[in-house]
């Protein structure tokens, strides 16, 4: 599975995709993997705000129970309304239809401490 | 870590494998959901040579079972499988087993991958205790087993054996195929009708080619399709099964779990040979009224699943805890098992779990969640 180059990954496994203030966030194919399939999504509503590194909602799979964290603050725009009738589509496109949540960035010097898709990849790899 | 001798047919067909109890196994291949659901509706092949299974020979062969599991063995016939559990001197599960018996004094005993090394222990100690006369034969590693589960099993089957589709729930017999000899089971871990299979493990790859040689897994409407232990759990917990180390442990007492059948608290050494070890202190709780706690199904509200650990609540008051939990592919909704206190609930009484996040409204019902239609 190919990482997409055009966003920043935490350690945590989430992908961060910035473009001007909107933040999108989601997670990586090796979390979904891990997860397995995932029956449920919820995020925090819309107009919560956090800190870097805070908890922005769950994701349920057969397995577990996982939270989902932002490396930088903001606050939460909306989430994806296609899971909640599919949350399936998390595992089927994890880096496309099935992002998780939309933000709008209050600082986002908390996304300085992620890695590009190459040291993402080579954590992975390690 | 140990390998399946199926181990090259999971990477071939595209498994997800994880470590379980020591062993690579598949988890998943096309999803979990969907291998549930191919199960419930055609049929899929699961790789179980995690189980282990002990080959026990001789003299004192069904002297050892007598002592060891909770259930009578003597009344066995021979081609007759038996569920048991064996339990440690204060009446708490050690496993639960299905017993094979292959002649008067052959058996073969299937354990949980777990509990191999503890089961094996523990008979040996039995053997030397009562210094028996047998052979106690670990023949995990050289075989495979197989299972084969779901409502159209049966039928595909009839194409290559008349006698298999015949035998009774819980019958086994030996066939030989080519040069290979099968030990075929009607037994399960899915709640579906089908088989399983122990096959020395050199012969697995022709095996496999031979079960699925008119079955393509890619083709949406194949009637058998590999599937992994993700759906083999959700598959055993709507049909009401028990697991180790959900609801069966060495701290939870075997009158807790609603197996009574698989308990004969009246063996005598007198006419069995042996009382079972463990059977005087289940004596004493049923004696003294039954079990602190008795396990339960319950069916719930929302899209939150039910953890194991979770307490089970009614209003203010925790009454017990989960065991296991899961969305439930075939009921479209949350279903956990869990042991809450004996008496507080019947079919029907509202409970809540605690979810942490949430408090997930729910209700007791009878178990199983699922039986298969006839």
Redesign the interface.
């Known amino acids: 599975m190919e990482t997409p180059t055009d966003r920043v990954y935490s350690e945590s496994h989430e992908w961060h995709k910035l473009e001007g203030d909107t933040l999108t966030l989601g997670l990586t194919q090796f979390a979904v ?1 891990q997860l ?2 995932v ?2 999504v919820e995020m925090q509503p819309s107009g919560t705000g956090f800190d870097a590194g805070e908890s922005v909602g ?1 994701v ?1 799979s ?4 996982s939270d989902v964290y932002c490396a930088c603050a903001g606050e939460i725009i909306g989430s994806n309304p296609a899971l909640e009738d599919n949350p ?1 589509l998390l ?1 089927e496109d994890p880096f496309g239809q099935g992002w998780l949540v939309k933000i709008r960035v209050t600082d986002k010097s908390g996304l300085d401490s992620c890695m590009d898709a190459d040291a993402y990849s080579a954590q992975l790899a390690g | 870590m140990l390998k399946s001798p199926l181990h090259q047919f999971h990477l071939d067909h595209g498994a ?1 494998m994880v470590e379980y109890a020591g062993w690579e196994m598949p ?2 291949y096309a ?3 969907e291998e549930h659901e191919q199960t419930r509706r055609s049929g899929s092949v699961f790789d179980v040579s995690h189980m282990g299974r002990l080959s026990v020979q001789g003299l004192h062969a069904k002297r050892l079972l007598e002592r060891a599991c909770s259930r009578r063995i003597g009344t066995m016939d021979k081609g007759q499988c038996r569920y048991s559990l064996m339990c440690n001197e204060g009446g708490g599960v050690l496993d639960d087993v299905i017993v094979m018996r292959q002649d008067d004094d052959e058996f073969l005993v299937v354990v949980n991958a777990a509990n191999r090394e503890k089961i094996v222990g523990r008979l040996n100690a039995i053997v030397s205790e009562r210094s028996l006369k047998l052979k106690l034969e670990d023949r995990t590693e050289k075989t495979a087993m197989i299972a084969v589960q779901g409502p159209k099993v049966m039928d595909l089957i009839a194409g290559v054996s008349s006698e298999i589709p015949t035998l009774k729930r819980y019958r086994f017999t030996v066939k030989n195929l080519m040069i290979m000899k099968l030990i075929v089971s009607r037994t399960g871990y899915t709640g579906e009708n089908g088989v399983e299979v122990i096959l020395p493990a050199n012969m697995v790859p022709m095996a496999m080619k031979l079960l699925m040689k008119d079955v393509d897994p890619k083709d949406p409407n194949a009637v058998l399709k590999p599937a992994g232990l ?1 759906s083999r ?2 598959l055993r917990l709507e049909a009401g099964m028990p697991l180790y180390g959900h609801e069966l442990g060495e701290d939870i007492n075997a009158l807790e779990v609603g197996l009574d059948f698989a308990i004969h608290l009246d063996k005598t050494a007198e006419e069995d040979g042996e009382m079972f070890i463990g059977q005087e202190a289940l004596i004493a709780t049923r004696d003294s009224g039954g079990p602190k706690r008795t396990l339960v199904g319950i069916e719930l509200e929302g ?3 039910p ?1 194991q650990g979770m307490a089970i609540r009614s209003g203010d008051e925790t009454i017990g805890v989960v065991s296991s939990g ?2 439930s592919p075939t009921l479209g909704k949350p279903i956990a098992m869990g042991f809450v206190q004996a008496g507080r609930v019947e079919p029907g009484s509202g409970v809540q779990v605690d979810a942490e ?1 949430a408090v997930l409204e729910g209700k007791v019902v009878p178990l199983p969640f699922y039986k298969a239609p006839k």
Do not use: W
């Open positions: 993997d397995t399939d029956t449920y769950e349920e057969v397995k577990t129970t399936g595992n | 997800q988890i998943r999803g979990i959901r993700g759990d959700t899209k939150r699943t953890r899961c969305a996040r």
